[in-house]
Structure formats: C-alpha cells, structure tokens
C-alpha cells in the first residue's frame, strides 16, 4: 500500500529536514572563500533568492492542483516540448541524487570511517533510502516531521554552546573589504543547495487542503536560510573568515572545539548523526520524484517498479570514481552554480509562472460557449 497524502506542516518539516545540514556542512566554506567576512551578508541574498523560488513554485502549483510538473509542462508548453523539459529536470534531480549519496558517502569515509571502501557506505544507506520511498512520499514526509525538530536542535544547540568562544571583532570591517560582486559569488552555494526547494513542483500536488501551502513552504525554506546563515556568522566569530575558509566542514570544527568543564566535548557524533537523518530524507525525495515523475512521463501504472530503475542508475554512476573536491567542490562551482541553478532554479519555474498566469488570463477572457 502507498501513501500518497501531504500536508501543509509536512511539506514545512520536508524543506527544513533536507536543507539545513547539507546546506550548512557544504556552502559555509565557499560562501566565506568568495566573501571573507562579509559571507554572512551573501547568506543573507541567498536566503532571499531561496525564499523567491519557494514563492514562485508554490505559486505555480497551486494554478494546478492535484497535477506535478510533469503535467502542467505538458498543459503549458506541449506534449513534446513540455516533455522535453521534464526530462531535463529529471535528469537534473537524477544527477543530484547521484552527487548526494556520493558527497555523504566521502563525509563519512573522510571523518569517522577512514578505512571502509566508499560503498560500503553507499550501498546499505541506499537500500534504506529505498523502503520508505517505495511505501509513498506520505511516509517520507512524517519522517521529515520526526526528524525536522530534531535536526534543528542538533545544529542550533551546539553552536551556542560554543558562544563563550565568540569574537565580535572578526566581522569587522563590514562590506569594505568586499564588494558587490564577492557577495553576489559567496551567496551563488547556499543558494543552490536551497534552491532544490524545486521539488515542490512534485510535492505540491499530494496536498490534500492547498489553503496556506505557499506560506508553509516560503517558512521552510527560510528557515533553513536563517539557521545557515546563524552558523555562518557562528564559524566566522568563533575561528576568522581566514581559518574557517580553509576547514572543509566549519560546522564540525565548530562541535569539536566545545568543552564545557571537561565535561560536555566531543560532540562530533551529533553532527554525523543529524548530517545522516538529513540526507536520508533528502535521498529518499529525490529519489520519489525522480521515479515518480519518469513513471508520469512514460504513462507508467506503477511507479514503484521505476524506483528501482532509478536506484541502479544511481548505484552505477556512483561507482564513478571522484574524489572529494571533484564532487564537492568542482561540481557546485563548474555545473551546479552556472547551469543547475540559474536555468532549472530560477529561470525555469519564473517562465512556467509567467506562462501559466498569461494562460489563465486569456481562458477567463474567452466568452462561454
């Protein structure tokens, strides 16, 4: 049996629950190599941008209720262009569930399991990855309301417990150092990574009351967008934007510099185990709207058998061999930062709404038949 129902607080928790962590963990770095001390400014645009592509794909989901992307490109666009788009997007979300599982599988080789072979991480996180997502996005989503609380006091409790070790002077100087332009580029990260919020072109339609769906999902996202921004400023006062633009996960150093008394340290294992519980939700959506939007696409009844088409191509692209920097780093600065972003986060969903209110105006302006 699946479950195929949502509701508005889910799709809140969902956002919360996939972008936090690996938002955190993955763009603090960048964001303060582009724009020193001044990333948490960056930050700030970028939860901005985040916000306004929430906005624009809740938007365009509602004038299409019960229907996904896959459908309404179809109502916009054309059987075949709109099917075009549709698997460009899905390829997309392909491509980033396979940068996902890879990205977690060297994070937990690089910091707690040196010696174990990359797949054996891969392998096993991905079979359980598979259980919920075959059983309906409906119990993804109550796993993302378990997890969501969770994940925020995991992140947001270790910061401040770490605030006797603060320096307010390593802000300054604000916005001298840096122009216009290094804050654009240090917001480009945190606002990819949050601009996943695409999938809400696929949730969307499991909602059973679409009241107050927009405004539930806006609150997720930014959300996720202040608690980024909190534990950039949290890594800039505690080490300079010096230090922390050279450490690959700010975050983590942030947990392992604590130590309350001799007694509260070594908190190391929170962050792992909150960096798991995300990715897992965000593996198991990615993988539900992958399989269910190409079951939609090829007119497919059962969209669980998809699922396993999609999780051995992931399986199999994963055994690519990279390396940290080429997955972590020159990905989101080569593919996801100049294409990914501005075409399938920004500029793809602004069209369909554009396109979809200019639709709706002239259906209400035609005379009844």
Known sequence: MSDMVLTTRQIFWMMVSTQVIMTILLTTAPAIQLANQDAWMSLIVSTAVAVGIAYICGKLASIFPDKTLIEFNRILLGKWFGGVISVMYLLVWIVILTVILKQFSLFITGTIMPRTPVFLIQIPMFLVVIYPTVHGVGVIARICELTGPIILIGVIGPMFLAINQLDWDRLLPIYIDNGLLALMKGSLPAAAFLGDCIMLLMLIAFVVQKKQIVRHAVGGVMLSGVVTLISVIFSILMFGHNVSANYTYPMLMIVRSISIGGI??????????????????????????????????????????????????????????????????????????????????????????????????????????
């Open 264 to 369: 509260i340290e070594n908190l190391d294992a929170i962050v792992v185990t909150i960096w798991i519980m995300s990715v897992f939700t965000k593996l198991s959506l990615y993988l539900f709207v992958s399989s269910y939007g190409t079951s939609q696409l090829f007119g497919l009844k059962d969209w669980r058998k998809m699922t396993w088409v999609i999780s051995a191509i992931v399986m199999l692209a994963t055994f690519i061999p990279v390396n940290y920097e080429e997955i972590s780093v020159i990905f989101p600065l080569k593919v996801a930062a100049p294409y990914i972003f501005p075409i399938f986060m920004v500029a793809g969903p602004l069209l369909l709404l554009l396109l979809a209110l200019v639709k709706r105006k002239k259906l209400r302006m035609q005379p009844n038949a």
